[in-house]
């Protein structure tokens, strides 16, 4: 399992729900949450632990409020489960409340580490190029510039067709990417008029 961290938008779509529902996790301030940098050191940006999805993704499939309290000893036996027995683990939160953590986390943990493998070697954000757009390794063709072909019509073959160096996983997790972390800024044109 991955010990990455994740912005609030990539822990949203790695968890398959809104952001709100992430940040709302953030806020309540159980789950821990690593402060970075942001390209330009203007401000820093939270970022969460696989754990942290993880956990969110848990606390939400239970269907169930749970107070603060039940929240922080449900935290507490993530940090203290290793990674690779989280899938096999057994919690008692009080008496008659059990929860295997495992028969709901097993996709998530798969998206998470699939995920987390491709953006470590396929995309590459580096000031050097395309002032730190993120790009496919090796190339500066950037994840935006797929994206957009892909939304536009294009298929992965014919990229692949007019990039023969390319193989289909950097194109997969350039789309993953993309979607996960959309550029920041004001959208090109006049979006109010669509």
């Not at 940090?79 to 690779?84: G, I, Q, R």
């Not at 953006?119 to 500066?140: A, F, L, N, Q, S």
């Not at 994206?147 to 193989?167: C, F, M, Q, S, W």
Request: aromatic share 8%; with cysteine; hydrophobic share 40%.
């Amino acid at each position: 399992m991955s010990a990455e961290l994740f912005t609030p938008a990539e822990a949203a779509v790695l968890a398959q729900m809104p952001t709100r529902v992430i940040e709302k996790a953030i806020e309540d301030g159980v789950i821990d949450v690593h402060k970075a940098a942001a390209r330009g050191g203007a401000r820093r940006r939270r970022l969460l632990s696989a754990k942290g999805v993880y956990y969110i993704v848990l606390l939400r499939s239970c269907h169930v409020y749970f107070s603060k309290d039940v929240k922080l000893r449900l935290w507490k036996h993530f940090m203290s489960t290793s990674p690779s027995r989280l899938l096999t683990a057994e919690w008692k939160l009080s008496p008659g409340f059990r929860i295997k953590p495992g028969d709901v986390l097993r996709p998530t943990v798969k998206r998470v580490t699939r995920y987390s493998r491709a953006r470590d070697r396929w995309v590459r954000v580096d000031e050097d190029i395309k002032g730190g757009t993120p790009v496919i390794r090796g190339t500066r063709m950037s994840v935006y510039s797929v994206a957009g072909r892909v939304d536009h019509g294009d298929t992965l073959d014919e990229i692949l067709k007019e990039n023969p160096d390319l193989k289909r996983e950097a194109l997969e997790a350039a789309l993953e990417y993309a979607k996960a972390n959309p550029p920041v800024g004001r959208p090109a044109g006049r979006p109010w008029r669509a």
